[in-house]
């Protein structure tokens, strides 16, 4: 394979899909199962920083949000899988008063840069049934760039694009070690190169490749 890549989380089966579609040969190899670790969890949340002190990094985040809708789209159609994808933005209480100019501040921050793509950070008041008084005493901000997802069904839909590419591969049950990652040779598979998307177990195999404390 052009590419090995050590965790099969979201990060790794990205990275997959990713090196898939510029022609490398990869294969995916997990420890455990697919989404053993953080990326398996119950509930995603996808959101740029809030719209204040915006910084290059800030506006990385917000770039890579609005394209992911298209590339969800996209997702399901060519594997029929549902990721549970859904642009429904997020409500935030405003607890104690002096929550409230700072969302000012923010929604200002919003139409600076949010404004362009349609989204907005605004304080709304809130219907009694949404919520409790005591949690929204001064109402709420609506953000509409927000996302949800379902992680478990997003990494079905990335695994079943792997494996079913001609050039692509998962194996699970399979952990890699610093040595054999150094060789570039796991279970007699041998990989041009190598990426550790292991989550924090990423951090003893760098220890052992580089001999740095990483993490």
Not at 74 to 102: D, H, K, N, Q, W
Not at 159 to 170: D, I, K, Y
């Amino acid at each position: 394979f052009d590419l090995g890549i050590v965790g099969g989380g979201v990060f790794g089966l990205q990275l997959a899909r990713q090196a898939l579609r510029r022609g490398l040969s990869v294969c995916v190899l997990e420890a455990d199962r697919i989404g053993a670790g953080a990326s398996g969890g119950l509930l995603g949340a996808l959101m740029p920083h809030i719209p204040d002190r915006w910084n290059a990094k800030q506006q990385f985040q917000y770039d890579a949000l609005v394209d992911l809708e298209h590339e969800w789209e996209a997702r399901e159609a060519a594997t029929g899988l549902l990721t549970g994808y859904g642009r429904i933005g997020r409500l935030m209480p405003l607890r104690e008063e002096r929550f409230v100019e700072l969302a000012k501040s923010r929604a200002v921050g919003a139409r600076e840069f949010w404004g362009a793509g349609g989204f907005s950070f605004e304080k709304i008041q809130v219907p009694k049934e949404w919520m409790d008084h005591n949690i929204a005493q001064y109402g709420a901000v609506f953000d509409t760039l927000a996302a949800r997802l379902n992680p478990r069904l997003y990494l079905a839909a990335l695994r079943a694009f792997v494996v079913a590419h001609p050039m692509g591969a998962v194996m699970e049950n399979t952990p890699a070690h610093a040595q054999q990652i150094a060789a570039r040779s796991v279970c007699e598979h041998h990989f041009g190169n190598m990426a550790i998307t292991a989550g924090f177990r990423s951090f003893p195999l760098l220890h052992a490749l580089v001999d740095e404390d990483i993490g």
